[in-house]
């Protein structure tokens, strides 16, 4: 039976702002995303049935109909059923590393990993586009994780435009394990408590929405600025979900006293938090500096770095 594994790395948000509420429920955002070499490995691998079925390592995953792994193999079944019918149905086995329910983009980029996963088990053929379309049905993060890089993410966030590369940036992430910040609480209660302040002119919000390509924090990256970069993080929804979680607030004034530390920000709608640090020996001596401050052992701390992909194909059989 053929296989394919896949490296599904994790994002982190550079840029996130609300710019109005939408007409589908959702909100209207500017976004940097930003592809960090922290990643998820996924096997998939073809069945002789048509079934569908799902792995994964960590108890926090649920391995039903609920993983967004297992809606991205079931939505390719129901496009494309004479592939299924040919090639047979999909094991999908997840080994994570990406901290679940973090603002990462973990359960995204395993869902990512899949449909790029049967596209090649099933020879269909498809192009980024056509993947990054059928992504934006299953999640707003859904489309970035399958080209990754540095990202400009408007819309709900399924609306992207390529920046340039950045050259490795160092970074820190810290993620208390049995925190969790449900995404949609995070956004709603944002809604309830700055919704008057949206943007409800369709000329201003096009106007807003573009403002984010001329921005700071876009000349930064096309200078390769790291520190002027760390300088102009923004995430729009630290306003709700940093009064509501001591320990993240916490983490982020920890992560600004630190040397070496160049700007930090919670990613997402959190709860992790990440700093940008000048270079890979500094970040393990952060690393260090916040686990003798903040021992406690639910506390995971992870150094990583930008990188300019999303899936890769690591090994096929
Ligand atoms: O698209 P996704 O399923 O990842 O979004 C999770 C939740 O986050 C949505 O149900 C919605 O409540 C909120 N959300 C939003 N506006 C966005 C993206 C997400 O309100 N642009």
Redesign the pocket.
Known sequence: MRSYTLIAPAKINLYLEIISQRPDG??E?AMILQSIELADEINVQSLSNESICVNCNHSQVPTDKSNLAYRAAALMAAKFPEALAKYGGVEITINKHIPVAAGLAGGSANAAAVLVGIDLLWNLGLTKSELEELGATL???VPFCVAGGTVIATG??EQLSPLPSLEPIYIVLAKYRSLEVS??WA??TYRQEFGSSYLRDPDNLAARAAAVHSGDIVKAIANQDAGEIAQKLHNDLERVVLPAYPQVLQLRELFATQAGVLGTMMSGSGPTVFALVESEEQAQAVKLQIRAAIPDQDLELFVTRTITHGIQVASST
């Open positions: 959702y909100h955002l999640g707003s993060d709900r966030g995404t949609a956004y709603k």
